[in-house]
């Protein structure tokens, strides 16, 4: 393990340390930390139980503080991958700007003080589910499953899926169906989301000893897995408006968006070979944001402005 952890290149060894601003927050993995708060936004919004807004401000914060330190701790870890990737060689610690050391007490400091701040300004509820979420993706995915099985994404998914029952708890206090589902549809989106950028970086994770589906399986094998998980994600985005979280501009948001997500995942499918291959992977894997977003997103507005919140049960009903 530390071994791995601190195996970085003589250059980067040599190099000055220490890191400015933008180097820290380059650590914390900005562009997924939004992610995770915005899908932790959405849970506390949807909770039925109204959070004083500068108690959900600070709660958020601690969300995103715990997130960074995810992504740090995985930066320390991963030194030695990040340094072997084009796509991860120019991150703070491959380049010497950040020493590992500094990675993972930048890290620490961040996950202890994100789940003690939240359990004291939220509920100790959240506080354990952002502690486990932590302690999941450093862990169990980046310590154990990413480099040892080609099911890493999909069991360490887990990880950023549970964003929405933490907000969820930190307004409530408990959590129940309506938070789980949002957890199952990220957990669900996870797989075609990475394996379609992995398709893209096959010879980058082999280089890396990553051992990515496309490495291990082959990229036919990989792309009939995303088509099956994008089958399983179109109807299941469904899902909110069937328990009545979402309403019915939900409901046609999330038929749209999932039926443009399958069809993404045919033409990846369909593409076997050259630029028309690449690009259709490129394709569904900006799309794949977009999708999550777009899903999310309209779910806020929904639960945030109080905008159509009759549900699909309803409308068969009547």
């Known amino acids: 393990?530390?071994?791995?952890?601190?195996s970085v290149t003589a250059e980067t060894a040599a190099a000055d340390a220490g890191g400015d601003i933008a180097d820290y927050v380059a650590l914390m993995k900005p562009r997924v930390m939004f992610l995770v708060v915005f899908t932790a936004?959405?849970?506390?919004?949807?909770?039925?139980?109204?959070?004083?807004?500068?108690?959900?401000?600070?709660?958020?914060?601690?969300?995103?503080?715990g997130a960074g330190a995810a992504g740090a701790l995985n930066m320390w870890y991963d030194a030695d991958i990040d340094a072997a990737m084009v796509r991860t060689a120019a991150r703070p610690v491959p380049r010497g700007r950040v020493t590992p050391e500094e990675a993972r007490s930048f890290g620490v400091v961040l996950a202890v003080g994100s789940v003690?701040?939240?359990?004291?300004?939220?509920?100790?509820?959240?506080?354990?589910?952002?502690?486990?979420?932590?302690?999941?993706?450093?862990?169990?995915y980046t310590m154990w499953l990413k480099r040892t099985?080609?099911?890493?994404?999909?069991?360490?998914?887990?990880?950023?899926?549970v964003p929405p029952m933490i907000g969820w708890a930190a307004a409530s206090g408990g959590v129940s169906l309506e938070p789980f589902v949002l957890f199952l549809i990220i957990f669900v989106?996870?797989?075609?989301?990475?394996?379609?950028?992995?398709?893209?970086?096959?010879?980058?994770?082999?280089k890396a000893g990553i051992p990515m589906l496309p490495v291990v399986a082959g990229a036919d094998a990989t792309r009939?897995?995303?088509?099956?998980?994008?089958?399983?994600?179109?109807?299941?985005?469904?899902?909110?408006?069937i328990i009545g979280l979402g309403g019915t501009l939900y409901a046609a948001a999330a038929?749209?968006?999932?039926?443009?997500f399958v069809v993404m995942a045919l033409a990846c499918y369909r593409e076997r070979e050259g630029e028309e291959a690449d690009r259709a992977a490129k394709?569904?894997?900006?799309?794949?944001?977009?999708?999550?977003?777009?899903l999310f997103a309209v779910l806020l507005v929904e639960q945030g402005f109080g905008i159509d919140g009759a549900s699909l049960p309803s409308l068969w009903a009547s």
């Open 283 to 294: 394709n569904l894997f900006a799309y794949s944001v977009l999708y999550l977003f777009l």
């Open 116 to 140: 003690i701040c939240l359990g004291l300004m939220g509920n100790w509820l959240a506080a354990a589910l952002l502690a486990f979420t932590i302690g999941f993706y450093v862990f169990v």
């Open 255 to 260: 038929s749209v968006l999932g039926s443009l």
């Open 41 to 65: 936004l959405v849970g506390l919004v949807a909770a039925p139980d109204a959070m004083h807004p500068v108690l959900a401000i600070a709660s958020l914060i601690c969300i995103a503080a």
């Open 224 to 241: 009939v897995q995303i088509l099956i998980y994008s089958l399983i994600l179109a109807p299941l985005g469904m899902a909110p408006a």
């Open 189 to 206: 989106w996870t797989p075609p989301h990475f394996w379609a950028l992995a398709l893209l970086r096959t010879r980058d994770y082999a």
């Open 149 to 161: 099985t080609p099911q890493n994404i999909v069991i360490g998914g887990a990880a950023g899926a």
């Open 1 to 6: 393990m530390a071994d791995a952890a601190f």
